[in-house]
């Protein structure tokens, strides 16, 4: 392939083990930690929608010629590291994590979306569609700080962590997949920082509908 | 709810909570024991087809004016201790398992066909129609027997455990769910050891085609 088309079958490979992971990730924290079976089925939604994703990403790999194993292998040490340093211990951690990480998802499916094809446009659309899918998680989280204001310390500690987690992992997938990276900040004369920049904005604008204000 | 309506309302929430159950170990199975990514999204392919059954019950649940929570409660317990019972310990425990495991519960719908309304039919005949999507098992587990034949004493007797956990299970809820049971048997004057056999032998023709040959 190209330079640049394998700058794509990256961003296509990095998603779909992110969606792949996501997907089981979320399966197990439903099983392991939802207190009621109407929670597990809520977690256990999003976590079906993910697999949809991947399975979409998945496809456009193959209709580019490219073997899905192979273009997600890079990505899979990252992305499993980060899922181990972010391992939820109750609930509502595990509630935080889904929205906040599926938020990092979605905006990196924006960031992307300027630089890829007309038909890979038209999967980050569809897959932006599902956005509102973890706002349950918003209204569970913020009924938990009512009845305890406490919580948000160490929740909101908690979401900066993943979100820390998620920077240092980019910053090395961006420095082993230099094409990706170039793809990701081939405008305007961007670096990869400005662009990490804004998904911290659009981080703590999250951490604000969860009613977790940013520390000092 | 009438007796026979609340059978109908047990047999959903039975079928609801076991396909919720079985997408999140499912999920967990692939996690944990799938060697390759293309393995990993194959098992997933399956767990997210579970999910897809479980939101068909749901609703159809939600359509009968029954609470999911409330119809699933009771088989909480049941469904939680087979898959306590029948935890794989490596991937190709989790491929039988997922084979013999998918494949009781649509023999389960079978059984359960002859004796709902219309649209509850309806409803079992989606069901089936993924019937072919376990089949990638099979594939598998008989090209690990090839390679090496010893596995198969190994493998059979995890099968066997397996559907007599799932029987034991079966008896325990049938004797507290007595309404179910009558649901199930309400033909022909069976009893319901007599669909217990159908369902064993049932099993046996799965063994088979696993190249699982039954003990002596």
Not at 83 to 98: C, I, M, S, Y
Not at 141 to 167: F, I, N, Q
Not at 175 to 200: H, Q, S, Y
């Amino acid at each position: 392939m190209s330079g640049s088309s394998s700058g794509v079958a990256d961003l296509l490979g990095v998603l779909a083990y992110a969606e792949l992971t996501a997907f089981l990730q979320l399966a197990e924290d439903a099983a392991r930690h939802a207190p009621t079976l109407n929670d597990r089925a809520a977690l256990g939604d999003l976590a079906a929608t993910e697999y949809t994703h991947f399975r979409l990403l998945r496809d456009r790999l193959a209709a580019l010629g490219v073997d899905p194993e192979e273009a997600m292998a890079p990505f899979v040490k990252p992305l499993d590291d980060w899922h181990e340093q972010t391992r939820p211990g109750d609930w509502l951690e595990a509630l935080v994590k889904a929205y906040v990480g599926t938020g990092i998802a979605l905006d990196f499916y924006r960031e992307a979306a300027a630089h890829v094809d007309e038909e890979t446009r038209q999967l980050v659309e569809e897959v932006l569609a599902d956005e509102g899918r973890s706002e349950f998680a918003v209204e569970r989280v913020g009924a938990a700080l009512k009845e305890d204001p406490k919580l948000s310390g160490r929740l909101a500690l908690w979401a900066r962590r993943m979100v820390g987690e998620a920077l240092s992992q980019g910053q090395h997938v961006a420095a082993a997949r230099p094409e990706l990276a170039t793809l990701l900040v081939n405008t305007a004369g961007e670096d990869i920082t400005r662009m990490f920049t804004r998904l911290t904005e659009a981080h703590g604008k999250r951490m604000e509908a969860l009613g977790l204000t940013p520390g000092p």
